[in-house]
């Protein structure tokens, strides 16, 4: 018989003895409004040249004008994926081969390939350590004569420091972007994330707070901007034609559009959005509450005035008062049944693209063309922060992945109590 506090990597009973259940916000709404869909027999309604329906049907622009009402932006344009999104919030703000965007590292790949995509160069600033989201001082350090934009990452569930960043931009007459795939919802000082810059957005992927299987949301105030994404999104360079003396900069269009089925399931999945938001910020409260003792344990810190919704818990480890490795605290928690634990995320520059600077063909273009600057680095070191957390002492938990109440809850704060009890025993 084994003793109840022996560590389950050690052959004793995990605290967590089944699996929790897998998050799934889909219901008989979503399947009743796709249903519809399906009826009506008008699964798409985009036509790729100039026209009504160069905007799409009825069920697209009814999400749309929801978005813009739900997230108080006078323009929501929906897009495939949030990788077409900021693909096409890039090409809209006016890029530039060879101008330079300020990104962080600590985030999706999509976001710094967006900026490569029009053969601009991703130059990467560090991150703060209790937002991880990008620090303004660093920004402001990585600013050249090149750079066009920034384009701030509200990682994890909250919003970046919008109010320095939004200042350095006017300061130096710079446009920002701001990625907010995994904050939908999130409030900064009043307003909704992803509205504070030049140009923002959401995905819709199905692991994210709603979802539509695939697909995203770009919001923005400009009128310019917005039709820039519109355009890009539908095949602008046909579109064009019927609007002569148009800027045709950047429009070089795609197919990055969301059909009608999938704008149906967004719409109901929005209505459900304040109430999901609410469950995961109990959820993360009830956790905090109880691992806020633990010693060498940092919690995640919300600023006066904001919220967080949560996409990850995201703590820090203090590893010189801990005495042991991450990985092997992380495996400990594993082995007690919290599979989703994670001590890596991603540091973008050291990636092999960026450090072999190859992109498009074999010549390290966009890097060694004549419009760019050849002194850009991506070597170790220049994202210190972000560059330590990944090394040394970041650790999360997906609790975007799975239903929990409030038994799930306590027994995800024993395991975390019962590691901490016996670190002695991981040394």
Sequence with gaps: MTTPDVLALHGGEPAIAAPFRKYNSIGAEEKEAAVKVI???????????????????DVVRDFERRCETFFGAKHAITVNS??????????AIGIEPGDEVIVSPWTMSASATAILHWNAIPVFADIEEQTFCLDPQSVEDNITPYTKAIMAVDIFGQSANMRSI??????????????????????????????????????????KHIHTGEGGVIVTDDDILAENCRMIRNHAEAVMEDRPGSDLVNMVGYNFRLGEIESAIGIEQLKKLPGLIETRQQAAARLTEGLADLKGLRVPAVEAGCTHVYYVYAMILDIAALGVPKEKIAAAL?????????????????????????????????????????????????????ETLQDTSYMGFGICHYELDDNDLDLIISAFRKVWRNLDKLV
Excluded at 85 to 91: K, M, T, Y
Excluded at 180 to 190: K, L, R, S
Excluded at 353 to 367: C, D, E, V
């Design 334 to 386: 594993r082995a007690e049944g919290l599979t989703s634990v994670s001590t890596k995320y991603v540091n973008l520059h050291l990636l092999p693209m960026y450090q072999q600077k190859t992109a498009y063909g074999s010549n390290g273009f966009p890097w060694t063309a004549e419009f760019s600057r050849k002194n850009i680095s991506y070597e170790k070191g220049i994202c210190p922060t972000a």
């Design 39 to 57: 009826e009506s027999g008008v699964l798409s309604r985009f036509i790729g040249r100039d026209g009504g329906d160069v905007y799409g049907g």
């Design 82 to 91: 949030w990788t077409s999104g900021l693909i096409a919030a890039v090409g």
């Design 166 to 207: 939004m200042e350095i931009a006017k300061r130096h007459g710079l446009k920002v972007i701001s990625d907010t795939a995994q904050a939908p919802g999130a409030v900064y000082h009043g307003r909704k994330a992803g509205t504070l810059a030049d140009i923002g957005g959401y995905s819709l992927n199905y692991h």
